[in-house]
């Protein structure tokens, strides 16, 4: 494969703890898309099942597998880059995306946790700008990084506020 | 053309009382000494950061009118009744029996108790919410105050206004009130003064931006002056509804013919779908003898005509003119808008030409802004919200020029425009490889990118052309993104990132190495215009204002001709080359064409602050389009203060 855009610099990875998170969101969803779509063909054929009913649930084992491991593939591409004048963050392997903003340019920055990421003790950080299409986040910080790094955005940004 | 019955201006008492309805509305003739000053004196008391209240008509505007509306119906269907019941058994009752009104008849003292109640009960919440609804403007906010249940306070401060609109929907018209929008970042969090009254809605705009502008008052005042002399006197709205359309100063900088405007309507790739339809339509209707699909046309028709009507109400008498405090905006026909973006309010701009256009040279600017407009849905009765995107609604190269010449100075005259406009590959632009013409089958010539100091231009399409310019100050974030199969191909799409909803600059298919060396360059690009940047406090800045002033001029015949013989740019080598590495050159201020990118000197893996302070390439020396006019304020400040 030719070589990929790429910025260099001293990238921040995020932690690989992540890479369980989506593992397991992965997991469930899958599992309920299998499961649902088995039940049905179980209840129509009275309990008595005929082979291929289990392909839905098979789709989904393979899709489970092939999640996690892009789970960890993806997890590894995450990394964010603090530069003189503006933050840099990248996600994706196959489809690459590098958002630079300018440290004046963040409204808010959120800090937000869900139910999966709190059993591993991991926080996303969300940034916000005027743009809606701006969408950064960064996931899977451990939870006093994602303090720090947020206080330390806020001051950066504090001191360099650009309107709009 | 004064108003006739109020020579010595409206009868005192609140601000907004100044009923029948007069606009602030100077034009030629020569200044009505009391008028004006009156309406300015009250915009000046609605400023002084008491609190205050809306026009009295506003609960029947915003609601009240379909309350009576709705008596209205009840009265008509229940006419027959009444009639019999007060004038019994002397023109029959031949009403035919239906249980429900038989209920009510029944029930009659109970019902019509009931309705009063409830009409009063309504009349009563709304008087008391008018009286709640109250707004006050003080030196840094504007605060607005409403609800009877759930209290809502609303606090925008004027540093952070997008632009204040002022609506006047027909019916509102007739009362002589407007809705009075003042526009802020964001969903849903403009700030309305529904409705005020039309007579001192301009002048309080003039008073908020003032505030805005960071101006002094010996300014706000010698402008105040020139805006009553330029024009002066009030006309009856009655008689002329538009004035403030057309003839407040400054005149429009564009002449859009009528004919222009419904021509490029119907060629419109819209228009055409709407006529392909009637097509396919007769067709099937009479080759298959399928006569009822003759009855599918009814709606489709009626909904091709609404729309129709909607777009074309939002370019007609359209005008465009450059004021102090930023760009003015006005159109409408029957319900007409007048907006004044501040400078730095428009975050993109999009040049582009329908196919259909092409013969006539027409082309359409539409731009982006923060913050959306929103339809208050309380009782504009069907009134769709008239907020047009447009820049210019339809216009030849030289309204383009002018009016990207309005926004950006720098490009006025700078043969960047044309380029992105009609240009292919060898020129400044930096264009899609060859290798993208997969991607871009006919444009990959066309397909590319330049960066200006002032602004990033992205070019699009050789068969529908357009023109992206995104001012580097206004830019939110800069991505870069690549799939899979532009990583085949070794390209990548870079996207510049703009608040509002429509426009989304962005140009793909850029050879990898180009789109790298775009993401770094635009972020320092980036840094310098938003350190350079004094949009906020716009009349604080010498040099915006100063170029706001002399932007009028642009217009008037003293735009030079572009392309004396050969086009400028042809004469020039095509700088970028499409080079294995991008060797380094040095990044110097070039003379003409102003501001040819260059690679960086260094790699950009190794990002440093550029060698050069930026200030030394932020105007190019021979850019015709910037110089400090005699009106500028540097030169008129001493003079106020003696």
Known sequence: MAERIDVTGAWQRISMRYASVEAVSTVIWWLIVGVAATVPIWIVNDGDMPWWGWLPLAAAILLIVIGVVFSVLRTRTIGYLQRDDDLLVRRGMLFRRFVAVPYGRMQVVDITQGPVERMFGLKSLKFVTAAATSAITIPGMPGDTAEQLRDHLVAVSESRRAGL | ?642
């Not at chain 2, 002094?216 to 538009?242: C, I, K, M, W, Y």
């Not at chain 2, 007048?338 to 309010?345: A, D, F, N, Y």
């Not at chain 2, 020396?621 to 910037?626: G, I, K």
């Open chain 2, 1 to 642: 053309m004064t108003d006739p019955r109020h020579p010595q201006g409206p009868p005192p008492g609140g601000p907004w009382q100044g009923m029948p309805p007069q606009g602030m509305s100077p034009q030629g003739t020569p200044p009505q000494p009391s008028q004006p000053q009156d309406a300015r004196a009250k915009a000046a008391e609605l400023v002084d950061g008491e609190w205050h209240q809306l026009h009295p008509a506003s609960p029947l505007l915003r609601g009240g009118l379909a309350l009576i509306i709705f008596v209205g119906i009840l009265f008509s269907v229940f006419r027959d009744r009444l009639i019999v019941l007060f004038v019994p058994d002397e023109f029959g009752s031949d009403f035919d029996e239906d249980p429900f009104s038989d209920f009510i008849v029944t029930q009659l003292l109970w019902v019509i108790l009931g309705m009063i109640g409830l009409v009063l009960l309504l009349m009563l919440l709304f008087w008391i919410g008018w009286r709640v609804h109250r707004f006050r403007i003080t030196g840094d906010a504007v605060e607005v105050q409403q609800g009877i249940f759930v209290k809502k306070h609303r606090r925008a401060p004027l540093a952070r206004i997008q632009g204040i609109n002022i609506q006047k929907p027909w019916f509102a018209r007739l009362l002589g009130a407007c809705k009075f929008e003042i526009q802020q970042a964001g969903n849903d969090s403009n700030v309305d003064l529904n409705y005020l009254s039309s007579s001192v809605a301009d002048a309080l705009r003039y008073e908020i931006l003032n505030r805005a502008s960071g101006r002094s008052t010996a300014d706000a005042q010698r402008l105040a002056a020139e805006r009553q002399t330029a024009a002066g006197g009030v006309v009856n709205e009655f008689l002329h509804p538009d004035a403030e359309l057309s003839r407040v100063a400054p005149g429009s900088l564009v002449r859009i013919p009528v004919g222009r405007i419904i021509a490029s309507s119907v060629l419109d790739g819209w228009i055409v779908w709407a006529v392909l339809y009637l097509v396919g339509t007769l067709v099937v209707t009479f080759v298959f003898q399928q006569w009822w699909v003759l009855f599918s046309m009814v709606p489709a028709a009626i909904a091709f005509f609404a729309a129709g009507m909607r777009s074309l109400g939002a370019k007609l008498r359209y005008s465009i003119a450059a004021t102090p405090d930023g760009i003015r905006l006005a159109y409408g026909l029957a319900s007409t808008t007048t907006e004044i973006l501040p400078p730095g309010r428009i975050f993109a701009l999009q040049v582009k030409q329908p196919l259909l256009w092409r013969p006539f040279g027409w082309w359409q600017v539409t731009f982006t802004r923060a913050g959306k407009t929103s339809s208050d849905g309380s009782g504009s009765s069907g009134q769709s919200q008239q907020m047009a995107n447009f820049l210019l609604p339809v216009g030849d190269l030289r309204d383009v020029r002018t009016v990207i010449g309005l926004l950006l100075p720098e490009l006025a005259h700078s043969p960047l425009v044309d380029q992105g406009l009609f240009g292919q590959a060898p020129d400044a632009y930096v264009v899609s490889p060859p290798r993208a013409r997969a991607f871009r089958w006919f444009s990959v010539r066309r397909n590319g990118f330049h960066v200006h100091p002032a602004a990033f231009l992205l070019r699009h399409g050789r068969i529908w052309r357009s023109l992206q310019l995104v001012p580097g100050a206004r830019v939110q974030s800069v991505a870069m993104q690549q799939g899979p199969i532009y990583g085949l191909a070794r390209l990548a799409r870079v996207q510049f990132h703009v608040p509002g909803s429509v426009l989304s600059p962005s140009i793909g298919a850029l050879d990898q190495q180009d789109a790298a060396t775009l993401f770094e360059h635009a972020m320092r690009t980036v840094k310098v215009a938003i350190d350079t940047d004094a949009s906020e406090s716009w009349a604080a800045s010498l040099s915006r204002n100063a170029v706001l002033e002399t932007a009028p001029a642009v217009q008037d015949g003293l735009m030079p001709a572009p392309h004396p013989g050969r086009p400028q740019w042809q004469q020039e080598p095509p700088q970028w080359q499409h080079a294995p590495q991008h060797a380094p050159q040095l990044h110097r201020p070039a003379p003409q064409p102003p501001q040819q990118w260059q690679p960086p000197a260094q790699p950009p893996q190794q990002w440093q602050p550029p060698a050069q302070p930026p200030q030394q390439w932020q105007r190019p020396a021979t850019d015709a389009s910037w110089q400090p006019p005699a009106a500028d304020e540097r030169w008129q400040r001493p003079r106020d203060e003696q």
